[in-house]
């Protein structure tokens, strides 16, 4: 099994910066993709930003230019850089991992709330 473990969440005001970190440990046997998912309230999770152990990226529309995605294959670390944060960017962030032969298992991080004041 994977534990996922995140941190870098917070409050900030709309135009601010802030970095997401998840560490992957446990027993892993490959890591085909990390990346970021968020889900707002009343609102179902959404795919935010990933990266393939290849270096491939994947942005959503919504924050293409804003936000980057970055790894540390040797920490089995993925980050989250977010800039010119919107009020609309508020939700709770989960971490995912996806490691395996195959299509692999799904690993989630208990989820980092992150909040942007106007």
């Known amino acids: 099994q994977v534990k996922l473990e995140e941190s870098g969440g917070g409050l900030v005001q709309a135009g601010g910066s802030l970095r997401l970190s998840c560490a992957a440990s446990g027993s892993i046997f490959s890591i085909n993709s990390m990346g970021w998912f968020r889900q707002a309230p009343g609102k179902q999770r959404e795919l935010v930003a990933a990266?393939?152990?290849?270096?491939?990226?994947n942005f959503a529309d919504s924050v293409k230019g804003r936000f980057t995605i970055s790894r540390d294959n040797a920490k089995n670390t993925v980050y989250l850089q977010m800039n010119s944060l919107k009020p609309e960017d508020t939700a709770v962030y989960y971490c995912?991992?996806?490691?395996?032969?195959?299509?692999?298992?799904?690993?989630w991080g208990q989820g980092t709330q992150v909040t942007v004041s106007s």
């Open positions: 995912n991992c996806n490691a395996g032969f195959a299509f692999g298992i799904n690993y």
């Open positions: 990266i393939t152990s290849g270096g491939s990226t």
